[in-house]
């Protein structure tokens, strides 16, 4: 079922607090990436906790009508594992029809750097929502490099790619912190003749820098400098996949709301680029908890514990940090509505910019909660009610945006009465089972 044709879901209260320890679903960022990297390389690669959401399949189908081969199949927890053989130096086929991205823009952003280094023409399309969100910071520096894209300019998908064998290295200094932005050009990069690097301005997640080493590419992995030697070829790898910090964040922030609840996440990934929430949620007060457990290739990994926290007030998020909990903003809004004080997000023009308006989503999702949140340029300020009364029969509306399907959800689950959250199907685009798995720490 797309999120477009699943309707409205009523949330209930959940019935106790949430108690015990749980894993969440593999890291979509991790999971596509893991993919892609093995479709671009020799041999077979051997992948172990990929996310089976409609985002990762998107890259999977995209990949597959590139001539990889992907052989992962569904395992008893709910991922995906098995192999991808990749087109390594012979490269991807010119696919017979466009590729269509749908909800994803990891996999329409990223596809632009894969393809980047080959002679062939793809038209890369995506859902409606999709198509609203911007992909010059991605054609720009790629056209530095030497890609064409039809229409030149254009400003969103759809777009047609025509790569080209004769990619130059570039440095390039991205205008903003995007690990999607940082990836294609270090995609293109891998087969572009020399040393392609990029500066960010601020840390975004390195996940990119992190893996291509597995697949053989000699990577630098600075403060906020990437770097990749080329021509690489890159050869097969073996990748597990981590827990996702940005699944288990709404967890967190539903034990810390729901009285007497204390839970585990094992298994997550534990990369500081990610787990900006965390250390928010820890100057708001939260009894929150990580323990290092071990590491996959140069991903850490372990368990994150909340507990629920009365008196939790409001602290000021500064723009350099808004990278490293960029998807969390909305869940951590909520957090902030039933925290005393003021929170402040700074810098946080970004959310305009995601799977829909998340800054305008928040302003009006906690307007009907009675909470005063506004926007001043970039920064998004919230005034907490720590006393907050959730009014009856309200109805959220999702925007199809999974991060926003949640957190409204927690409205419903950690309060006293039910809502209603439009286009609630949308979670699967990062964490199908959602509520299947916060009701089952219900006993
Ligand atoms: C992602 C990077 C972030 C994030 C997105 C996934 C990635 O986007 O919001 O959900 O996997 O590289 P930007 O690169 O646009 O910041």
Redesign the pocket.
């Known amino acids: 079922m797309s999120s477009q044709e699943s309707g409205t879901r009523t949330i209930r209260p959940l019935p106790s607090p949430l108690d015990g320890t749980m894993t969440v679903p593999g890291d979509?960022?991790i999971s596509?990436r893991a993919i892609l990297f093995s479709a671009m390389a020799e041999g077979t690669s051997r992948l172990l906790g990929v996310l089976d959401s409609s985002d990762v399949r998107a890259s999977i189908e995209a990949v597959q009508k590139l001539g990889a081969t992907v052989t992962l199949e569904k395992q008893t927890d709910g991922s995906l594992a098995g192999g991808v053989e990749g087109w390594g130096a012979a490269g991807p086929k010119q696919p017979d029809g466009p590729i269509y991205c749908a909800n994803s823009?990891?996999t329409a952003r990223l596809l632009m750097g894969v393809l980047a280094p080959w002679d062939i023409e793809v038209r890369i399309e995506g859902d409606e929502h999709l198509s609203k969100r911007p992909m010059r910071r991605i054609t720009a520096p790629l056209m530095m490099m030497g890609v064409n894209f039809e229409p030149a300019g254009a400003e969103t998908l759809p777009i047609t790619e025509h790569g080209t064998k004769n990619l130059r290295a570039i440095t390039y200094d991205s205008p903003m912190a995007?690990?999607?932005?940082k990836?294609a050009v270090l995609l293109a990069g891998v087969r572009a003749n020399g040393v392609t690097e990029l500066n960010e301005p601020s840390v975004?997640?390195n996940h990119t820098e992190l893996m291509l080493p597995e697949y053989g590419v000699e990577t630098t992995a600075g403060e906020r400098t990437a770097r990749v030697k080329g021509p690489a070829c890159m050869h097969s790898a073996e990748i597990r996949v981590p827990g996702d910090p940005s699944s288990a964040a709404f967890i967190v922030c539903a034990a810390l709301l729901k009285p007497g609840s204390a839970i585990q996440i094992e298994n997550v990934s534990l990369n500081t680029a990610r787990t900006g929430f965390l250390f928010t949620l820890e100057r708001m007060g939260a009894d929150v908890a990580t323990r290092r457990t071990g590491s996959a290739g140069k991903e850490p990994f372990g368990v994150i514990s909340a507990c629920y926290t009365p008196g939790l007030h409001g602290c000021e998020i500064p723009g350099d940090k808004i990278?490293s909990l960029?998807?969390e903003v909305p869940v951590l809004s909520l957090v902030a509505a039933h925290a005393h004080g003021i929170t402040v997000f700074r810098n946080v023009e970004?959310l305009r910019a995601?799977e829909s308006d998340r800054l305008e989503a928040i302003v009006r999702g906690l307007a009907l909660l009675g909470v005063d949140a506004w926007t001043e340029g970039d920064d998004l300020f919230i005034e907490g009610q720590p006393n907050l009364q959730v009014p009856e029969g309200l109805v959220f509306d999702s925007r199809s945006d999974h991060r926003l399907a949640m957190t409204w959800a927690l409205v419903g689950l950690t309060g006293k009465v039910p809502v209603d959250v439009t286009d609630f199907g949308s979670v699967d685009v990062s964490y199908p089972d959602f509520l299947h798995d916060i009701v089952k720490l219900c006993h």
């Open positions: 979509k960022s596509h823009g990891t995007s690990a999607q932005l990836t975004s997640r990278a960029v998807d970004e995601k």
